[in-house]
């Protein structure tokens, strides 16, 4: 089962003018550049696509998310660039946002 990349992010509550209350998420933010340890790397070859390389590198397709955060995507379907090396974190790395408020 894959986690969520918000599991660790803290809510918050917002009062509008009107005395209703809305709640949101506070802001998930990346990590530090290098502050993830290395799992590997891998170079996109034509025709892959995110999802798929977080399947075969992390045993999870869903875990596609880990991949953006460990290359600082904020487009994370620019990763899938044929011939882009990514740094794959290790498996078993997932920890939502650890750490971020």
């Not at 809510?11 to 005395?19: C, E, F, K, M, S």
């Not at 891998?42 to 460990?70: F, K, M, Q, Y």
């Amino acid at each position: 089962m894959s986690v969520s990349r918000y599991a660790n992010v803290g809510q918050a509550v917002w009062t509008a003018p009107d005395g209703s209350e809305v709640p949101y998420l506070l802001r998930r933010l990346l990590p530090a550049l290098g502050s993830l340890p290395a799992g590997g790397e891998h170079r996109v070859r034509p025709g892959e696509r995110i999802d798929t390389i977080a399947n075969s590198a992390l045993g999870d397709a869903t875990l596609s998310w880990l991949l953006g955060d460990a290359n600082l995507a904020t487009r994370p379907t620019l990763l899938a660039t044929p011939g882009r090396l990514l740094a794959i974190p290790p498996r078993g790395g997932a920890q939502g946002a650890s750490g971020a408020q």
